[in-house]
């Protein structure tokens, strides 16, 4: 009985300190319990505990909920590519009847799309922030890297490299530049690519709608093996809508100096636009 009358004490003792801890910092229910009996301040510390538990499991949805205001989606209805530059820098090649959703802003994390169709990714790299496309099939990780995505599910990468996760059993497969992901029998398989062509069709015909001046020559450079653009910095947020078909770089230069009245002056294997 005496050790027993001890442990209660020791009990109520402790929680008095914990009750007077928590007065402090105002995590007590201001309609609790004021009483320092072991019973009442259990429930109060209950109380306490699922409040805090609510407000961090709250604020963890609150973060990691993407914000519908925030997301932002492109569809493609014309049979010509359209070329979209994302706010990290990564450029989206969307085909004709595809659609791609995405965030106003990245998160500090990862950057997250949803692809539904065709399109070819130039992946801007950052090891900090992996790049992550959800398709209907499969969801592709990737940190820097260019590839296309076809339908039937099929991911070819031209550089760098990409992870490949089957959404359905969770199987996974990395591609390599020259190699071809896809599914046969509904099971993941990893082949060396025979299409070369397929990156080709996501360029040769072009279409930019109201995009910076700036992020449209950016896209021509990654795909001219002839000139570079280049603009002047007070030209750089002049927003264009063009359409180019298998021109090349000197000719679609031209295009935009005609569409927005500025010069066009070529400087050895640069083209400079200018005011």
């Not at 950052?126 to 820097?144: C, L, M, Y």
């Not at 089957?166 to 990395?174: C, L, P, Y």
């Amino acid at each position: 009985m005496i050790n027993n009358k001890e442990n209660i004490l020791k009990t109520e003792q402790a929680w008095n300190r914990l009750f007077i801890r928590l007065q402090k910092e105002n995590l007590i229910p201001e309609n609790g319990p004021k009483k320092t009996s072991y019973a009442s301040l259990r429930w109060s510390v209950s109380a306490a505990a699922a409040v805090v538990f609510l407000i961090l499991i709250g604020s963890y949805f609150f973060r990691n909920k993407p914000s519908e205001q925030n997301m932002l989606s492109l569809k493609n209805d014309s049979e010509i590519t359209l070329v979209k530059t994302l706010e990290d820098g990564s450029i989206v090649y969307l085909a004709a009847n595809s659609s791609i959703y995405y965030p106003k802003h990245f998160t500090k994390k990862q950057r997250n799309v949803t692809l539904k169709g065709e399109a070819f990714f130039n992946i801007s790299s950052n090891r900090q922030r992996p790049f992550i496309i959800e398709t209907e099939d499969a969801v592709v990780k990737v940190v820097g890297t260019a590839f296309s995505i076809n339908k039937p599910f099929k991911l070819s990468v031209l550089h760098g490299l990409v992870k490949v996760t089957d959404k359905i059993n969770g199987e996974t497969v990395n591609v390599k530049a020259g190699e071809t992901a896809g599914f046969h029998s509904d099971k993941l398989f990893l082949a060396k690519t025979t299409q070369t062509d397929s990156f080709e069709k996501f360029s040769s015909r072009i279409r930019f709608k109201d995009e910076k001046l700036g992020d449209i020559v950016r896209a021509i450079n990654l795909n001219s093996t002839n000139c570079q653009l280049q603009v002047s910095p007070e030209l750089k947020d002049r927003r264009l809508t063009v359409s180019f078909s298998n021109e090349t770089s000197e000719t679609m230069a031209q295009l935009i100096s005609l569409a927005l009245n500025i010069k066009c002056n070529r400087e050895g294997d640069n083209i400079r636009l200018s005011q």
